[in-house]
């Protein structure tokens, strides 16, 4: 045996475990970075205080509701906003079921288009004939 028969097979074996050394503090650095992404998530996922002070100033000047907007004013105006739409909606299914009845159709296919309830289309019914 020669001297390079007997050293490639100990570097080998030296390197064995500095390999293995390697591989388990990539793993634990992969994990501490993936811990500290996950924490900047949260943090970023939940807007502070005066970041959400700062949103409602902006939302409620958009909104015409002047400098002193807050988070209570700006829910209130939405508040009003979605009553109006809502009605907004419903009395246009009202006018296309009142319609529909006009021209005949069934009270199934009327609800089945509008969502008006039956006891609604009774009382499309009766202004149909007025």
């Avoid at 502070?48 to 807050?70: F, M, Y």
């Avoid at 939405?78 to 009845?101: K, N, T, Y």
């Amino acid at each position: 045996m020669t001297y390079s028969d007997l050293v490639l097979p100990g570097l080998a074996m030296l390197c064995l475990p500095a390999l293995a050394l390697l591989i388990a503090l990539s793993l634990r650095q992969s994990r501490a970075i993936g811990a500290l992404r996950h924490q900047l998530r949260h943090q970023q996922a939940r807007p502070g205080e005066p970041d959400l002070d700062v949103i409602a100033q902006k939302l409620g000047a958009r909104l015409g509701l002047g400098d002193g907007a807050s988070l209570g004013t700006l829910s209130d105006r939405m508040d009003e906003m979605r009553r109006d739409f809502d009605w907004l909606v419903s009395d246009r299914m009202i006018e296309q079921a009142v319609d529909m009845a006009r021209l005949g159709q069934s009270a199934e296919s009327i609800a089945q288009t509008t969502g008006v309830s039956g006891a609604e289309l009774d009382a499309i019914r009766k202004l149909r004939r007025h």
